[in-house]
T-cell receptor
Framework: GENVEQHPSTLSVQEGDSAVIKCTYS??????FPWYKQELGKRPQLIID?????GEKKDQRIAVTLNKTAKHFSLHITETQPEDSAVYFC??????????FGPGTRLSVLP | KAGVTQTPRYLIKTRGQQVTLSCSPI?????VSWYQQTPGQGLQFLFE???????NKGNFPGRFSGRQFSNSRSEMNVSTLELGDSALYLC?????????????FGSGTRLTVV
């Protein structure tokens, strides 16, 4: 079955700097890759996603890149702000199968 | 439109008891998935129901079971509770059968087993 690894497990950046979180997946049939943000005590919320036929997607300060050959995808957050502090989860999904989540990255944005 | 509703929000149970958790998905969503979230294990997949049928199942013991009703509402049952079952249980609904568009999670049920 699918296995998703995520690095780093914790990440601290200064406010205004960029943050990058990387995930790798094992199943080459996976075709959908969402990212979720979970603030303390709240539910995970979808922040951006990418499909296997796209290499990059941007939404304001966040972007996701996908390398199908290497089977990895990354989340990029630019101009980080204190409200970006949260746990971020990547996931991979194959059609008709369940989402498999990475273990999460705790991002701290320091003022 | 209303989001994903999970009830109850909090539960305290004793070892050996059983518990039933409920999840009402977004109107029109036919897929409901259940996840267990613990600090050390992240989001672990329990099972997914689609149109009243269990379509996918994770690696949890048979004490964990679920079902889905014709209105897409889903219930999860845990029998013979163990201390290690203490966790946040999240359900998520999606629109298509494939889960395209991502999940929308409920706020979860926090289960404490004492």
């Amino acid at each position: 079955g699918e296995n998703v690894e995520q690095h780093p497990s914790t990440l601290s950046v200064q406010e205004g700097d960029s943050a990058v979180i990387k995930c790798t997946y094992s199943d080459s049939a996976s075709n959908y890759f969402p990212w979720y943000k979970q603030e303390l005590g709240k539910r995970p919320q979808l922040i951006i996603d990418i499909r296997s036929n796209v290499g990059e997607k941007k939404d304001q300060r966040i972007a996701v890149t996908l390398n199908k050959t290497a089977k990895h995808f990354s989340l990029h957050i630019t101009e980080t702000q204190p409200e970006d502090s949260a746990v971020y989860f990547c996931a991979a999904m194959t059609y008709g199968q369940n989402f498999v989540f990475g273990p999460g990255t705790r991002l701290s944005v320091l003022p | 439109k209303a989001g994903v509703t999970q009830t109850p929000r909090y539960l305290i149970k004793t070892r050996g008891q059983q518990v039933t958790l409920s999840c009402s998905p977004i109107s029109g969503h036919r897929s409901v998935s259940w996840y267990q979230q613990t600090p050390g294990q992240g989001l672990q997949f329990l099972f997914e129901y689609f149109s009243e049928t269990q379509r996918n199942k994770g690696n949890f013991p048979g004490r964990f079971s679920g079902r889905q009703f014709s209105n897409s509402r889903s219930e999860m049952n845990v029998s013979t509770l163990e201390l290690g079952d203490s966790a946040l249980y999240l359900c998520a609904s999606s629109s298509g059968g494939t889960g395209d568009g991502g999940y929308t999670f409920g706020s979860g049920t926090r289960l404490t087993v004492v």
